[in-house]
């Protein structure tokens, strides 16, 4: 493991997660996240603020943690308290320590072709795709969706790859004519079952990025993703489940992020 070779060297990892005005779910999925980071060998810190707290002073944390040489990765959980700028926050956050490839330097390596950070949903996509077999040189991809932190990054990590890449937002019209030629299909919109069966191409691989909660007619809660699983399943080659698809994948993108970060920082060969 590279963590374990870096620590070997007493170079060790260290990845330190801001938890602003904690809801149960954001709690669990930090501990969860901090048992990831130590059955590799990654340290990890939780940093709490309540939801009250100032702009300013999350900033001013940002930069102490910034300059600490024991800190190698940085993170902020969201969704934030309303009254602060997420985006803004996380620009703040040092290019090489933003081990969720979310400062806009790091989105702009990846537009020149030279990805330092890439941001680890974008990368979980990307590598359920590769866990495919496909060749992607000069497959048809479509993405469905186009954030910052998601639909523009895979797009471009895809052109990277050499794929015919086409992004449909919400000014697209017709997107089934778009869907339907894919042969790789990637949807991250956050609209529950907005692929059904007629969107998609038979044999087509189909990559499940949206994360939407419902809540079902005997009251209970369950999350599913922008594709219809049950309806499109039977179509094609190879579709990721939600949950249980690019979610466990971008913890493994952090941890991956996590451990390239303290490498460019402890000057170490890839």
């Known amino acids: 493991?590279?963590?374990?070779?870096?620590?070997?060297?007493?170079?060790?990892?260290?990845?330190?997660?801001?938890?602003?005005?904690?809801?149960?779910?954001?709690?669990?999925?930090?501990?969860?996240?901090?048992?990831?980071?130590?059955?590799?060998?990654?340290?990890?810190?939780?940093?709490?603020?309540?939801?009250?707290?100032?702009?300013?002073?999350?900033?001013?944390?940002?930069?102490?943690?910034?300059?600490?040489?024991?800190?190698?990765?940085?993170?902020?959980?969201?969704?934030?308290?309303?009254?602060?700028?997420?985006?803004?926050?996380?620009?703040?956050?040092?290019?090489?320590?933003?081990?969720?490839?979310?400062?806009?330097?790091?989105?702009?390596?990846?537009?020149?072709?030279?990805?330092?950070?890439?941001?680890?949903?974008?990368?979980?996509?990307?590598?359920?795709?590769?866990?495919?077999?496909?060749?992607?040189?000069?497959?048809?991809?479509?993405?469905?969706?186009?954030?910052?932190?998601a639909g523009k990054p895979i797009a471009l990590l895809l052109a990277e790859q050499m794929a015919t890449v086409t992004l449909c937002h919400i000014a697209t019209k017709d997107l089934k004519s778009h869907t339907r030629r894919a042969e790789v299909l990637v949807v991250a919109v956050g609209k529950p079952k907005l692929i059904g069966a007629d969107h998609v191409k038979e044999g087509a691989i189909v990559i499940d990025v949206g994360i939407n909660r419902i809540t079902g007619a005997d009251g209970t809660t369950r999350t599913i993703g922008d594709v219809d699983f049950d309806a499109v399943k039977e179509k094609v080659a190879h579709i990721s489940p939600v949950p249980g698809g690019v979610g466990p994948m971008t913890v493994a993108m952090l941890l991956r992020n996590t451990v390239r970060s303290a490498e460019i920082l402890h000057k170490v060969p890839r």
């Open 1 to 149: 493991m590279r963590a374990a070779a870096l620590r070997e060297m007493g170079k060790p990892v260290h990845l330190v997660a801001l938890l602003i005005g904690g809801t149960p779910a954001g709690e669990l999925y930090a501990r969860r996240q901090g048992e990831a980071c130590a059955a590799v060998g990654i340290g990890y810190e939780l940093l709490c603020m309540p939801d009250d707290v100032s702009q300013r002073a999350i900033k001013s944390e940002i930069r102490r943690l910034n300059k600490d040489p024991a800190v190698t990765g940085i993170m902020m959980h969201l969704p934030l308290p309303a009254h602060l700028d997420a985006a803004r926050l996380q620009y703040e956050i040092d290019v090489v320590k933003d081990v969720e490839g979310v400062n806009p330097a790091n989105i702009g390596y990846v537009v020149y072709g030279h990805t330092l950070i890439a941001p680890c949903t974008a990368l979980s996509a990307l590598e359920l795709i590769r866990s495919t077999g496909a060749r992607l040189t000069g497959a048809e991809a479509v993405v469905v969706g186009a954030s910052e932190i």
